[in-house]
């Protein structure tokens, strides 16, 4: 059996027109699919200021609350009109088990508390979706991904049962398709043997449909993305953008990992194991080409790649016994950021520093800073910006860095990076 995975973000279903739009998208063919949809608009975030506000105070946000049930019956008055009662009614159901779980979870575990409550997000869109889907013709089936994604309980950044999902994938997904040619399901969401909700990180629902991809073999997935496709620049910081048509996915995986925004990192290894083509297509202009992510190791077009993280803290760090960073200096250093759960991106060494550069993150500074001062001397400074450019040029380095002071250089054979001053 042939199967497409399709993934819907926030930013696609977040108005009625936007779900209308997803109606006139599904309905353009008739394969047999799976549909994962993410929350819908901001929901996340107003979700996570709740789960913030209880964690800190035990108050419970009833604005932030109010503003999310206001939204979506909103949504609903504007898909279903005369009919919308026994949707609202349920929606009704799904926030009176959204207050119900929030006041009852006496527990100080915050991860916990977070995917248990921000998980509605998507528990209520594809709710809506689905039945809209269904209301207006197009017939589907809504399964809870967290009976399905089964994953470790390593809340809030839970780990996938591969054996596990794969199984529940095809004993559970597969034979629905003699009933119905689209699933709708959850994206972000997945579930403990118990059936605990988890979640898998912020944005990930990419992710969710390429584990659900690997894991029925799909033909192809493809992501509905506000914008065109892969663009070699984010388009709000440099005027001329070029829209890639194909990339391999080691490229892919490789833009992703030095932070561009567009797809989860996590989301291109399984659908590169099971050999799965990834399109990237705006769901504004679903007709236009968009990205596509494959095997195929050419890339077209080869064009500079720019890929902008802010907010930068550099530290320098020095051995107080003016000894040397070696081996031992720096497994020590390692073993304090491993500690503190700090991603490097970018660092550099000399006899007597050691340099490196992470996302600003106020929260851990002091006691990264009290660990690292035990043992080294360090000074620090934020307000950087890290500039990588991928297939680089002197004219695509000129454009980006010019006359700015650059503090840490690197280039490899295809990778500059550049840590600078923020303007
Ligand atoms: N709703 C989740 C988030 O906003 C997951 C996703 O959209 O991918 O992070
Ligand atoms: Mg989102």
Redesign the pocket.
């Known amino acids: 059996m042939e199967i497409y995975v399709e993934k819907f973000?926030?930013a696609s279903v977040n108005s009625a027109s936007a779900v209308k739009n997803v109606f006139s998208i599904l309905q353009k063919t008739n394969n047999k699919r799976v549909v994962v949809i993410?929350?819908m608009g901001k929901t996340?975030n107003k979700l996570e200021n709740i789960v913030n506000l209880w964690y800190k105070e035990k108050s419970f946000n009833e604005e932030q609350f109010k503003d999310l049930y206001d939204y979506h019956k909103g949504i609903i008055k504007e898909l279903f009109y005369e009919n919308s009662d026994i949707y609202l009614r349920h929606i009704d159901g799904l926030f009176i088990d959204l207050r119900n779980k929030i006041n009852s979870i006496d527990n100080d575990n915050y991860d916990f508390l977070y995917d248990s409550v921000v998980s509605y997000?998507?528990r209520i869109s594809t709710y809506i979706v689905s039945s809209f889907l269904n209301y207006a013709g197009l017939k589907n089936k809504l399964v809870q991904s967290s009976s399905f994604v089964k994953t470790d309980n390593n809340y809030r950044s839970a780990n996938v049962l591969w054996e596990e999902t794969k199984k529940k994938t095809n004993e559970n997904i597969l034979p629905l398709f003699d009933q119905t040619s689209i699933i709708i399901t959850q994206?972000?969401v997945g579930g403990t043997i118990e059936n605990l909700a988890t979640t898998l990180g912020?944005?990930?629902?990419?992710y969710s449909a390429s584990i659900i991809a690997y894991c029925l073999n799909a033909r192809q997935m493809t992501i509905w993305k506000d914008v065109e496709g892969l663009l070699n620049c984010d388009p709000k910081r440099m005027p001329n953008s070029t829209k890639i048509l194909q990339i391999p996915y080691s490229e892919a995986i490789e833009l992703s990992y030095y932070g561009a925004s567009i797809i989860h990192p996590k989301t291109i290894k399984p659908l590169e194991n099971a050999n799965i083509p990834l399109y990237i297509k705006s769901f504004l202009n679903p007709d236009n080409e968009g990205s596509l992510i494959c095997k195929d190791k050419a890339i077209k077009p080869i064009v500079a790649n720019f890929i902008f993280k802010d907010n930068q803290t550099l530290l320098s760090i020095s051995p107080k016994d003016m000894s040397f960073i070696d081996e031992k200096n720096l497994s020590l250093i390692y073993s304090i950021l491993f500690k503190h759960k700090i991603k490097v991106n970018i660092m550099q060494n000399s006899a007597i520093s050691f340099s490196l550069c992470f996302d600003r993150n106020d929260n851990i500074f002091k006691e990264l800073m009290q660990d690292l001062q035990n043992e080294f001397m360090v000074r620090y400074n934020n307000g950087l910006q890290l500039i990588t450019i991928r297939h680089y040029t002197q004219q695509a380095i000129k454009e980006v860095v010019g006359k700015r002071k650059i503090i840490i250089e690197q280039k490899s054979r295809i990778t500059a990076q550049y840590l600078i001053n923020e303007k």
């Not at 912020?202 to 990419?206: C, F, N, V």
């Open positions: 973000g926030g993410s929350a996340t997000g998507e994206g972000f912020r944005e990930g629902s990419d």
